[in-house]
C-alpha cells in the first residue's frame, strides 16, 4: 500500500460517514449496500460486472453516487492512477453514468451529485488538490490527476470513445431507455480494451411491470453465474437503509395490484409475461389439449397430407353435425 498510495484510503464507512469525508451520517449505509460497495471497492478481485436488481425507491442513485466517489477519491490517493492502469498520463480516466433520459441524468443524478461533493469534507477531494468552484462544471466533474466524472444519458450518440474505468447504466430495464443492449456492449468494450479487468460496469434497475425492456431480468440471467460478476436481487426495504421503509410501507399498492406490486419491489416479477391477458398458464394449456381421436399433426406438415386433408384440424363433429372451425 505504501508503494500504491501516497495517501492511504479510510475505510468505505468512515468516508461515507465522517463530516471529514462524505458526511452521509443520516441513515449511512444498510448492510446490501455495504455489500455492493465492497464488491466495486477492490479493482483486484476480478469483480468486473455488477448486475444490481433493485425494488423502486430503494437508493439506487444514492449508492451510484457513493460508488462513484469511493473509487475517484481511492484513485487520487494513489501515486499515480495512470501507472497502476498501465495507461499514459495524458489519457483522462472516466466516470460515466447513463440515465434513461436528459432530464432524469441531469437532475435526478447529476445535481444531487454536484451537492454531495461540494458538502463533502475537505479530506475527500480538496486535500488532492480539488476546487469545487471551478473544477464543478455543467455536465461534468473535473478531478485532478486527469480524473473525470460524466453524467450522460441513452438519447445521446457521444458517449463512444472513451477511457471508461467505471460506468453505471441507470434504470436500464425503462422502455424510455434507448437501445439498452448496444449501449451495455459500448460500456463493456470501452472500458475492457483498456483497463483489462480492472472496469467496474454496473447496471442498476428495478423492473418495471408493463412498462419494462426486460433487460434488468436478462442481465440478472446472464451473468448470475459468471466469475467476473457480482448479481443480486434487492427488495425496496432491504436495500435501503431508512429503518421506516418496510413492506408495509407499499400496502396500498399490494392492494391495488399485488403481482405489479412484487414485481415493482420485491424484483420477483410473476413467470406469465407481465401484463398478459391469459395469466392462467396452466388453464391456457389444458384448453388446448386435443381430444383424443384428434389426428396427430407432424410439423412442419408433410405436403401429402396438407393435400389429403387440407381441412383436417378444423372441421368438428358436434352432437352429429359437422361444424367447420374458423
Same mark, same amino acid.
Given at each position: 500500500d505504501d508503494v500504491l498510495y501516497e495517501v492511504i484510503p479510510v475505510d468505505i464507512d468512515t468516508f461515507v460517514i465522517s463530516k471529514d469525508y462524505l458526511g452521509q451520517d443520516l441513515y449511512g449505509l444498510s448492510p446490501a449496500q455495504r455489500e455492493v460497495l465492497e464488491k466495486a471497492d477492490d479493482f483486484e478481485n476480478g469483480i468486473n460486472y455488477l448486475i444490481l436488481w433493485v425494488g423502486k425507491g430503494g437508493g439506487k442513485d444514492f449508492i451510484t453516487r457513493i460508488i462513484f466517489l469511493r473509487l475517484v #477519491?481511492?484513485?487520487?490517493?494513489?501515486?499515480? +492512477?495512470? @501507472? #497502476?492502469?498501465?495507461? +499514459?498520463?495524458? $489519457?483522462?480516466?472516466? =466516470?460515466? %453514468?447513463?440515465?434513461?433520459? @436528459?432530464? &432524469? @441524468? &441531469? %437532475?435526478?443524478? =447529476? $445535481? +444531487?451529485?454536484? %451537492?454531495?461533493i461540494r458538502n463533502a469534507g475537505s479530506k475527500a477531494f480538496i486535500q488532492f488538490g480539488f476546487n469545487p468552484e471551478t473544477d464543478i462544471k455543467e455536465r461534468m466533474i473535473v478531478f485532478p490527476k486527469n480524473i473525470v466524472l460524466l453524467s450522460g444519458h441513452s438519447e445521446a450518440d457521444t458517449l463512444e470513445g472513451k477511457n471508461i474505468l467505471v460506468a453505471v447504466a441507470d434504470e436500464i430495464d425503462a422502455k424510455t431507455f434507448r437501445n439498452p443492449e448496444k449501449m451495455w456492449t459500448m460500456l463493456r468494450s470501452s472500458s475492457r480494451s483498456r483497463f483489462s479487468g480492472k472496469e467496474k460496469i454496473a447496471a442498476i434497475s428495478y423492473m418495471r411491470y408493463s412498462e419494462s425492456n426486460g433487460m434488468i431480468k436478462k442481465l440478472y440471467e446472464e451473468h448470475l453465474f459468471r466469475k467476473d460478476s457480482f448479481v443480486a436481487k434487492y427488495p425496496t426495504w432491504v436495500f435501503n437503509p431508512n429503518p421506516k421503509i418496510t413492506k408495509e410501507t407499499f400496502i396500498s399498492e399490494y392492494e391495488a395490484n399485488p403481482e405489479e406490486a412484487r414485481t415493482i419491489y420485491e424484483c420477483d416479477p410473476p413467470e406469465y409475461t407481465i401484463d398478459a391477458f391469459f395469466k392462467d398458464i396452466d388453464k391456457l394449456k389444458k384448453s388446448m389439449k386435443p381430444p383424443e381421436d384428434r389426428w396427430p399433426l407432424e410439423f412442419p406438415l408433410p405436403p401429402d397430407d396438407f393435400y389429403r386433408r387440407p381441412l383436417s384440424e378444423a372441421v368438428r363433429n358436434i352432437d352429429g353435425s359437422i361444424v367447420e372451425l374458423d
Open positions: #477519491y481511492k484513485l487520487l490517493c494513489m501515486r499515480s +492512477p495512470h @501507472a #497502476y492502469f498501465g495507461i +499514459p498520463t495524458t $489519457e483522462i480516466i472516466t =466516470f460515466l %453514468n447513463v440515465a434513461a433520459s @436528459a432530464d &432524469q @441524468a &441531469q %437532475n435526478v443524478f =447529476f $445535481e +444531487p451529485l454536484k %451537492n454531495m
